[in-house]
């Protein structure tokens, strides 16, 4: 099993820039892709970024050049660079991680964009 802490969400302007860290322990061998996902109130649940164990990536569309996400093996972590944050981009952020059977998630860290 996988357990996932999340970090860096906060309130920030329009226009400014967070970074969340999501720290992976426990199997951490055993994960493949991880990735984020969030959550605004009274909608679905929205992937944002993957990055594979190679280290390919992938982005939504609403995030493209805005966001990059990566990731440190040898911390067991990965991270999203938010810059260029919209009020639209205010949710609730959940890191995941997926082993062969299982995608594992984290507690979700809040980012709210406004002035």
């Known amino acids: 099993q996988v357990q996932l802490v999340e970090s860096g969400g906060g309130l920030v302007q329009p226009g400014g820039s967070l970074r969340l860290s999501c720290a992976a322990s426990?199997?951490?061998?055993?994960?493949?892709?991880m990735g984020w996902y969030h959550q605004a109130p009274e909608k679905q649940r929205e992937l944002v970024a993957v990055?594979?164990?190679?280290?390919?990536?992938n982005y939504a569309d609403s995030v493209k050049g805005r966001f990059t996400i990566s990731r440190d093996n040898a911390k067991n972590t990965v991270y999203l660079q938010m810059n260029s944050l919209k009020p639209e981009d205010t949710a609730v952020y959940y890191c995941?991680?997926?082993?062969?059977?299982?995608?594992?998630w984290g507690q979700g860290t809040q980012v709210t964009v406004s002035s």
């Open positions: 995941y991680a997926d082993t062969r059977y299982l995608r594992n």
């Open positions: 426990g199997s951490i061998f055993s994960i493949n892709a």
């Open positions: 990055i594979t164990s190679g280290g390919s990536t």
